[in-house]
């Protein structure tokens, strides 16, 4: 827009940024998206080959909000004529001494709807003889599991937000934000843009940006990374033959099939150190990468004959995990989105849900979970758990 004025201005172009602005613009919006670095750059949460998707959670509520994530992320691939989900399957492992219990997460999955298998270790290791597991680990199996085509997915949405009309400025930080009556006015160096609302999808810079209209959440930042390793016999981990997988133990270790290069990815999640998206560096944790490679050699014995490569990233995380999708408390014209560390599989939804709120303020999918009133998010020391 030549004059600077928009219905809606997004901050942040990651996956949860980019899934709302292409949302906002197929619903005939104007949008203007504001990236402080180039679009995908690699600095954030969002960007790789692949992030894994499940319905398989703690909770029934994330079950079907992830059930939701499919619907739209088919809406995205038929609107592009390009595949972004990969439904190569996904196992949980559940070891002897898991934290986590599988009757619960199998158990949701089945009230939403979904059918999930459940396997002894001698069953995995007979379908995927690449696995090696102690007699006592059990596992559950859901064909509809995968992962998102993440890099591909985020540059889809941004097109497809292009095309309905969208605005969107890489390079563009924002230098302040200013609440009036009608609607907001954003500072990027020395343009100003006025909207009736602003959606902040900002990851690691949540904070800094809702400190401009006086908000702040207690969260945790920190430095994760991959693993890209290269098997001795590839084939045996294509994701024609190979699912996804998750450890719902700690370390909680998860993989991926070979996509996008020819190496398995393997992470720890949410082990990182704890950092600020400025102090962060981008060089490997030694100690987490020998962790990695200790558990896949006892895991997947044929999986890392070498190491291809290894990528850092961040998680924004709220100190229950739960995403924050709401209304900033005191701001009925700006939303929020916090992903927690594990959002991108329900980006294309969470695009929906922001809509909702940027325009209506409310939405009719189930955010009861999910609010940014809900104490711990402004408690001084609150008690984490980051273990899904």
Request: hydrophobic share 40%; glycine share 8%.
């Amino acid at each position: 827009m030549s004059d600077g004025t928009y219905d809606h201005i997004v901050i942040g172009l990651g996956a949860l940024g980019s899934a709302t602005v292409r949302q906002l613009a197929v619903r005939g919006a104007s949008v203007l998206g504001l990236e402080r670095f180039e679009l995908g750059h690699g600095r954030g949460e969002s960007e790789d080959h692949s992030r894994l998707i499940r319905v398989t959670y703690h909770t029934e509520a994330y079950a079907r909000l992830a059930q939701e994530a499919y619907r739209s992320w088919e809406e995205l691939e038929v609107m592009t004529g390009q595949q972004v989900v990969n439904r190569c399957g996904c196992l949980d492992l559940y070891p002897e001494h898991a934290e986590l219990s599988l009757e619960t997460f199998v158990d949701n999955a089945r009230a939403a709807g979904e059918r999930v298998q459940t396997l002894s270790a001698r069953e995995v290791m007979e379908r995927w003889p690449q696995f090696s597991l102690d007699s006592s680990t059990r596992a559950a199996y859901h064909a509809k599991g995968g992962f998102v085509m993440a890099g591909i997915a985020n540059r889809l949405n941004r097109r497809v937000a292009v095309d309905h009309g969208a605005e969107l400025r890489e390079h563009a930080r924002v230098d302040g934000i200013d609440v009036r009556p009608d609607g907001v006015r954003v500072r990027v160096g020395t343009e100003t843009f006025s909207a009736r609302s602003l959606v902040v999808a900002a990851g690691p810079w949540t904070n800094e940006v809702l400190a401009m209209v006086g908000a702040s959440f207690s969260l945790t930042v920190t430095q994760e990374q991959v693993t890209y390793l290269v098997p001795a016999r590839p084939m045996d981990f294509h994701w024609s033959r190979f699912p996804v997988w998750m450890w719902m133990a700690r370390p909680s270790l998860y993989g991926f099939p070979i996509f996008g290069e020819s190496a398995v990815k393997a992470a720890i999640d949410a082990g990182g150190r704890e950092v600020t998206a400025d102090s962060r560096s981008f060089d490997p944790d030694p100690d987490l990468s020998a962790t990695v490679r200790t558990m896949m050699a006892d895991l997947l014995p044929g999986s890392n004959a070498a190491v291809r490569r290894e990528k850092t990233c961040l998680y924004t995380l709220p100190p229950d995990r739960d995403f924050i999708l709401d209304l900033v408390p005191g701001h009925d014209r700006i939303s929020v989105a916090v992903g927690g560390g594990h959002a991108f599989k329900f980006a294309s939804v969470i695009g929906e849900i922001m809509a909702d709120l940027a325009t209506a303020g409310e939405t009719a999918h189930d955010v009861a979970a999910y609010t940014a009133t809900r104490p711990i998010l402004t408690e001084v020391d609150p008690p984490k758990n980051f273990l899904l």
